[in-house]
Structure formats: structure tokens, C-alpha cells
């Protein structure tokens, strides 16, 4: 099946740095993917569109300074929580839909911890 | 509020009872889609379904999806303690983008 990796599962920062999170469609190619972020006992928020070869589009309140994207190939996609504080301490998770691919077919990655100290 | 509600958002089973959970919208649902979480770990997908009136079945787990497409409900035959975790239907906004909103998802505790 469809195997999508993330890379950290966990990581610890301080105030003020950057820390990078990747996403990786690991057996099937991805021109677009999807990054999610989960507060503890809520639901995922859809926080951007990753598109191979152009810009994120962000949704409505989502800081696209702060939350850097970058899709480089049909792989790989990565966010970057840029001067991190501890409010962007959560769970983050990406999705990507294979290309070609079913109109709803994509699949989960299992997530990344971030916590900011 | 939310876009797709879930319902109940917690719930409390006894081992071998059946269970059933509901996802509403408010509007047309395009592609919705199961999963369960165990806190903190990434989505299980456990199905899709996209066709009004469509029903699919993985082992104990039905789903279905209602005539107008606005309702769909997750239903456990017999609940082990394996099926204990956090469930959440997501649903794509139209046919065509891929982006899905989720409802807040509904914890499952089964007592053995």
C-alpha cells in the first residue's frame, strides 16, 4: 500500500529557532500534498497546500511567513515552523495524493510533535 | 461550529457491545473518509466512501453513507478493546481539491 513518512515523529525546540518537518510519499509520486495540525484532543485544521514546482496556498489565518513550505520534487514536501514559540507546539501531520491517482484517494503520514520550549 | 459534527464525542462500551457513531454536514459531502487515531500517532484509514447509499465493511467496521449524502455513521459489531481510540471522519470540500475538513473526532473507550 501507499506509504507516506514523516520525518521527525518528535522534536524539541527553543524559542526563536526553526525547525524543519518532512514528508515523503515513499512508493508512489505526489504533486500535491497537504499539511494538517491537530491541538491535543481536537480535530486535524487543514493549514496549507503543498503543489510540486509552485507555491503553498495557505488557508484563511494561517501565517504563510511563519509556516514555510516548500514541495522541491514529487516526493518531498517540507514545512519549516520558522522563530518557533510555544503556542506552535502541536501535531502536525501531512497527506499526499498519488499522481495519477483516484479524485479522493490520498493518504496520512504519521505525524510530528513538535514541542517549544 | 463545526462543519461535520460528530456524534456522540465520547462514548464508553462494554466488550461485544455494537456501537454506532455519526458525522453530519450541513452540506453535500464529497468523498468522505473514516480513520482512527490513537492519541499522539498518525490516521488508520479505514474507508472511503463517495456514492449515496454506498455501505462498505472491514471486519467489524461498516460504514455508511446516506441517500442525500449528508450523513454518514461508523458502526462496530461486537467491540473488542482493540477498537478502542479516537475516530474522525473528514470529508473533501468539493470533487475536486483533495483538502478535507474533519469533524472533531469521537473517543471510544471499551471496557473489557
Redesign the interface.
Known amino acids: 500500500g501507499a506509504v507516506v513518512s514523516q520525518h521527525p515523529s518528535r522534536v524539541i525546540c527553543k524559542s526563536g529557532t526553526s525547525v524543519k518537518i518532512e514528508c515523503r510519499s515513499l512508493d508512489f509520486q505526489a504533486t500535491t500534498m497537504f499539511w494538517y495540525r491537530q491541538f491535543p484532543k481536537k480535530s486535524l485544521m487543514l493549514m496549507a497546500t503543498s503543489n510540486e514546482g509552485s507555491k503553498a496556498t495557505y488557508e484563511q489565518g494561517v501565517e504563510k511567513d511563519k509556516f514555510l513550505i516548500n514541495h522541491a520534487s514529487l516526493t518531498l514536501s517540507t514545512l519549516t515552523v520558522t522563530s518557533a514559540h510555544p503556542e506552535d507546539s502541536s501535531f502536525y501531520i501531512c497527506s499526499a495524493r498519488p499522481t495519477p491517482g483516484g479524485r479522493y484517494e490520498q493518504y496520512f503520514g504519521p505525524g510530528t510533535r513538535l514541542t517549544v520550549t | 461550529s463545526?462543519e461535520l459534527e460528530q456524534s456522540p464525542q465520547s462514548l464508553i462500551v462494554q466488550e461485544g457491545k455494537n456501537l454506532t457513531i455519526n458525522c453530519t454536514s450541513s452540506k453535500t459531502l464529497?468523498?468522505l473518509?473514516w480513520?482512527k487515531q490513537k492519541y499522539?500517532?498518525?490516521?488508520i484509514?479505514l474507508m472511503?466512501l463517495?456514492k449515496g447509499g454506498e455501505e462498505k465493511s472491514h471486519e467489524k467496521i461498516t460504514a455508511k453513507l446516506d441517500e442525500k449524502k449528508q450523513q454518514s455513521s461508523l458502526h462496530i459489531t461486537a467491540s473488542q478493546p482493540s477498537h478502542a481510540g479516537i475516530y474522525?471522519c473528514?470529508a473533501?470540500r468539493s470533487?475536486?481539491?483533495?483538502?478535507?475538513?474533519?469533524?472533531?473526532?469521537t473517543t471510544l473507550q471499551v471496557k473489557p
Open positions: 463545526q464529497y468523498g473518509y480513520y499522539g500517532e498518525g490516521l484509514f472511503m463517495q474522525l473528514g473533501a470533487s475536486n481539491t483533495g483538502k478535507l475538513i474533519f469533524g472533531q473526532g
